[in-house]
């Protein structure tokens, strides 16, 4: 599993998050309301788990493995939340 809690509540993801991960990592992230997510040894993630960090934005910790992670994906998760969900017009 690529998604694991360390002894001081810290959720890891390490190596290749994939779709299958993404419920469990919304699962532990609910489950322990204010947690830390350290992805420093990401190596990879799935949209699905991008979502998850996207829509219940934890902590983070450190810079993730992955280059196309530091660049695209962790500068949109250190951004305030954007006003709200889009309308739509009838």
Same mark, same amino acid.
């Given at each position: ?8 509540? !810290? ?14 990592? @919304?699962? *532990? @992230?609910? $489950?322990?309301?204010?947690? !830390?997510?350290?992805? =420093?040894?990401? !190596?990879?993630?799935?949209?699905? /788990? /991008? =979502?998850?960090? @996207? $829509? ?7 810079? %993730?493995?992955?280059?196309? @992670?530091? *660049? ?6 250190? *951004? %305030? ?10």
């Amino acid at each position: 599993m690529t998604v694991r809690i360390a002894g001081d509540g !810290t959720l890891h993801l390490d190596g290749l998050c994939g779709s299958e991960e993404a419920e469990a990592l @919304l699962a *532990r @992230l609910i $489950a322990t309301p204010g947690a !830390t997510v350290d992805w =420093q040894g990401c !190596t990879g993630a799935h949209t699905a /788990v /991008v =979502q998850v960090l @996207l $829509a219940l934005r934890p902590k983070l910790r450190g810079v %993730p493995a992955s280059a196309f @992670l530091a *660049r695209h994906v962790a500068p949109l998760l250190n *951004r %305030p939340p954007a006003g709200g969900a889009a309308r739509l017009e009838a």
